[in-house]
Nanobody, 121 residues
Framework: QVQLVESGGGSVQAGGSLRLSCAAS????????MGWYRQAPGKQRELVAT???????NYADSGKGRFTISRDNAKNTVYLQMDSLKPEDTGVYYC???????????????WGQGTRVTVSS
């Protein structure tokens, strides 16, 4: 069964950078939209950025100009480059993807386990 495996979280000081990765493991026939969401302590999960299989990107206002989402379709992997990090970027970052892992059904939504990002001032 396909799983989304994230890596790259950690602790940085404000102004620093982190790069998150998320790879779909297992047999994958196709992946539609891939994206990143985050959940800050005490808050609801929110969109960070998404990218289609064709490379069209969408960003939440909070990350525009600082975050860059990209993907490697051959590796079934999505990345999130985060620069100029702020303390308010702290949270658990979740990978999300619409994955077709069976020819008997269409795409289904998968979530990663989350990777923690902590930005200190």
């Amino acid at each position: 069964q396909v799983q989304l495996v994230e890596s790259g979280g950690g602790s940085v000081q404000a102004g620093g950078s982190l790069r998150l990765s998320c790879a779909a493991s297992g047999i994958v026939f196709s992946i539609n939209v891939m994206g990143w969401y985050r959940q800050a302590p005490g808050k609801q999960r929110e969109l960070v950025a998404t990218i289609t299989s064709g490379g069209t990107t969408n960003y939440a206002d909070s990350g525009k100009g600082r975050f860059t989402i990209s993907r490697d379709n051959a590796k079934n992997t999505v990345y999130l480059q985060m620069d100029s990090l702020k303390p308010e970027d702290t949270g658990v970052y979740y990978c999300n993807a619409l994955v077709q892992d069976s020819l008997l059904r269409g795409h289904r939504e998968l979530w990663g386990q989350g990777t923690r990002v902590t930005v200190s001032s």
